[in-house]
């Protein structure tokens, strides 16, 4: 199970960090990933971080504002996000990436365990 938290109302140029809790998995046994719907949008990959959180994977419309992050002793997955735009208002969604999976696989049919979400508002 998977819960998401930290959304909210920012203005452009802010900053915003996202938590996801994960509780009933052996957490570091995972990647994981965060993804985004807009309202009349399919959901979009966002970002995405290896079981060690070592290796990271970014979809290149955030790259570089934003930074995924894991503790794996708290079952825990961070996205910090910097320099928000108003195109970054969606509802961001953590998920589990599916162990038979290929890295390279970041569409939404690659994970599973989806939380209910946070909402994040980037307005004037």
């Known amino acids: 199970q998977l819960t998401e938290s930290g959304g909210g109302l920012v203005q452009p140029g802010g900053s915003l960090r996202l938590s996801c809790a994960a509780s009933g998995r052996t957490f570091s046994t995972f990647a994981m990933g965060w993804f985004r719907q807009a309202p009349g949008n399919e959901r979009e990959f966002v970002a995405a971080i290896s079981r060690n959180g070592e290796t990271t994977r970014y979809a290149d419309s955030v790259k570089g504002r934003f930074t995924i992050s894991r503790d794996n002793a708290k079952n825990m997955v961070y996205l910090q996000m910097n320099t928000l735009k108003r195109e970054d208002t969606a509802i961001y969604y953590c998920?589990?990436?599916?162990?038979?999976?290929?890295?390279?696989?970041?569409?939404?049919?690659?994970?599973?365990?989806w939380g209910q979400g946070t909402q994040v508002t980037v307005s004037s």
């Open positions: 998920a589990v990436k599916k162990l038979s999976t290929l890295w390279s696989q970041v569409g939404p049919a690659a994970f599973d365990s």
